[in-house]
């Protein structure tokens, strides 16, 4: 399936964070947002990325974090309804702590 500019123009729209609640703005980086910059949370909303194809929209936590050689750092959500995972770029505004807690070994 492809996706028109304008369509992606339209999904950068900002949102109130399902897990911290804050308000987030769109983004302005020429991408759209999918997740809180704040708290790293996301939305089950996507089957396939910027489909919004997924009837979950459960909350989906941030679980950690890989590294392509393509995309560069990548964030992994889990899903906390039906466990479903999801990549995603980071995004330069990302809270760096948040990201640093997600590569550290449990305790």
Known sequence: ????????????????????GRPIPKHTG????????????????DIMPGDRAAECGAPMEP???DHSGKKGYI??????????????KLAPDDDVDVVVALQRPPL
Do not use: K
């Not at 020429?30 to 909303?45: A, E, I, Q, T």
């Open 30 to 45: 020429g991408s759209y947002r999918n997740h809180c910059p704040r708290c790293l949370w996301s939305r089950h909303v």
């Open 75 to 88: 964030l992994i959500h889990r899903c906390t309804a039906c466990g479903a995972q999801d990549r995603n």
């Open 1 to 20: 399936m492809s996706y028109s500019p304008q369509g992606r123009r339209a999904e950068n729209t900002g949102f109130d964070c399902i897990h911290c």
């Open 63 to 65: 679980v950690g974090v």
